[in-house]
């Protein structure tokens, strides 16, 4: 069996759009308004207990901007609107990116206000891929920020991604494993992103397989004959029972027993995890570890730490893999320039700032401070954050970053910021990000034309 997109694959995510990008893209074409813009895509504000998000999705925006295509049946289905001409139809049909694309790398920490990314392409080109950069961007941001708070939580112990069975569809597990690995989680249940990505795969036994046997005891012995070093789980029935056929296990088998952990899936996990440490070591049982699941993120693994429970590393689902406590972003893709001039939204709390920027992150010790949105011209006194991954519709060499790279990104970027900035609470006063005193004279000079206009 294929695994199918909805859309066809690639050759048909052009019609994975919302219905006005495409009224307006006839418009725009009829009335000859065809010259260059810049559209930038940026976070206006954080949500609760976030103090900083992940810059996580380029990949697939290139891949998608590089391989833009409306084929037949898109043409067709369109051609079958009664709202779209023939003139305009046939127009998509040569219908490809052209421009250059500036981004943050994948693993960089940004502020609200930030460009994530720019895109400076004829109008048409970059109004059109607008619905497509932001699912991808918002999507994985959310889950990359959300997992890199459950590593930062679990410091140092291992954190295996569980939670494909109910994230929100099956693109949505395929690309959040990829945001997880990049936020520094160490494997995943997911099959199909470690074929995709190369991802490191692992997992353990269900509950069933135990079900499944007359007693707990066999289901273990049958189960190690396949598969000598694997992980137990011993909370089917009862927990210490469980613990307890572990090491009736071990007696049987001798130096054949191989068994790397043990799993608590449920009760009180740091209670249990002291109860069973006990319980192995006295059986001499040392080398086994102990596995934590069930219900948990980075608020519950933090107590688990800070008690140190011997738990050797956490499987982490449904919470991790929706971004239950903050599973939206207020994102924003706006247009700021259009024919070499600034263009701004003036709407209350909705502002978008003209003009392309860059992004300068200002560092004291190795530790960054604060950032400086400037205008794309200038040389600001901290570190470019920004970079050119696309130019005139292909891929430059800063496009073209494999997934250990945008691991490492995030584990050196992330390092960058203080330790305030990782609590889980929303911290006060946030980050300090400015604008520059060139992009804020652009900025008074656009708005003051748009309201004499």
């Known amino acids: 069996m294929t695994l199918r997109s909805p859309w066809g694959g690639d050759k048909n995510a052009a019609l994975l759009t919302d219905h006005y990008e495409l009224t307006m893209l006839q418009a725009y074409v009829r009335q000859g308004f065809v010259r260059e813009a810049v559209f930038s895509l940026f976070v206006r504000r954080l949500p609760k207990n976030r103090n900083f998000l992940v810059a996580c999705g380029l990949e697939d925006v290139l891949h998608y901007l590089e391989s833009l295509r409306f084929d037949q049946d898109a043409l067709e289905h369109l051609a079958g609107r009664d709202e779209f001409s ?17 981004a943050l790398p994948e693993g960089t920490p940004f502020f609200p206000q930030e460009p994530v990314l720019e895109i400076v392409a004829p109008l048409p080109e970059a109004q059109f891929v607008e619905t497509f950069v932001m699912n991808q961007i918002h999507l994985q941001t959310v ?6 708070r459950v590593v930062r939580a679990a410091t140092g112990r291992a954190v295996v991604d569980f939670g494909l069975r109910r994230m929100h569809g099956t693109e949505a597990g395929l690309k959040g494993a990829r945001a997880f690995y990049i936020a520094g989680v160490a494997a995943t249940s997911n099959v199909l992103a470690g074929r995709v990505y190369g991802i490191p795969v692992t997992g353990t036994m269900g509950h069933s397989y135990i079900q499944a046997h007359e007693e707990e005891l066999t289901a273990f012995r049958e189960f190690t004959r396949l598969y000598p070093t694997t992980i137990l789980p011993v909370d089917t029935y009862d927990t210490l029972e469980g613990v307890r056929n572990v090491i009736r296990l071990a007696d049987e088998l001798g130096d054949e027993f191989k068994v ?8 009180d996990l740091k209670e249990l995890a002291f109860a069973s440490r006990a319980m ?3 059986a001499g049982l040392e080398r086994v570890q102990i596995f934590a699941s069930g219900g948990l ?12 429970a011997p738990i050797i590393g956490f499987g982490v689902g449904t919470a991790m893999g929706v971004s239950a406590d903050a599973p939206a972003l207020d994102i924003a893709y706006k247009l700021v320039s259009y024919d070499g001039r600034g263009r701004a939204k003036l709407s209350p709390d ?5 003009g392309r920027k860059q992004v300068f992150r200002v560092e004291v010790d190795g530790s960054a401070i604060r950032d400086v949105v400037g205008r794309a011209e200038e040389f600001g006194a901290g570190r470019s954050l920004l970079r ?12 073209r970053v494999d997934l250990a790279t945008a691991r490492q990104t995030a584990r050196d970027e992330i390092s960058r910021l203080r330790e305030r900035l990782h609590s889980l609470e929303t911290v006060d006063p946030p980050y300090s990000v400015w604008f520059s005193e060139q992009l804020d004279t652009e900025r008074s000079s656009v708005v003051s034309w748009l309201k004499r206009r």
Request: aromatic share 10%; glycine share 6%; with cysteine.
């Open 143 to 148: 889950l990359c920020t959300k997992a890199a």
């Open 260 to 267: 790397s952990a043990i799993r608590l899936d449920s009760g």
């Open 388 to 399: 050119k991954v696309m130019e005139r519709g292909v891929r430059t060499r800063h496009g």
């Open 86 to 102: 023939a003139e305009f139809v046939e127009w998509l049909e040569s219908f490809r990116f052209t421009g250059d694309v500036y």
């Open 297 to 308: 993120d980075e608020y519950e693994i933090v107590p688990l730490v800070e008690a140190d």
């Open 350 to 354: 909705k502002e978008a700032i003209p």
């Open 280 to 282: 192995l070591d006295e």
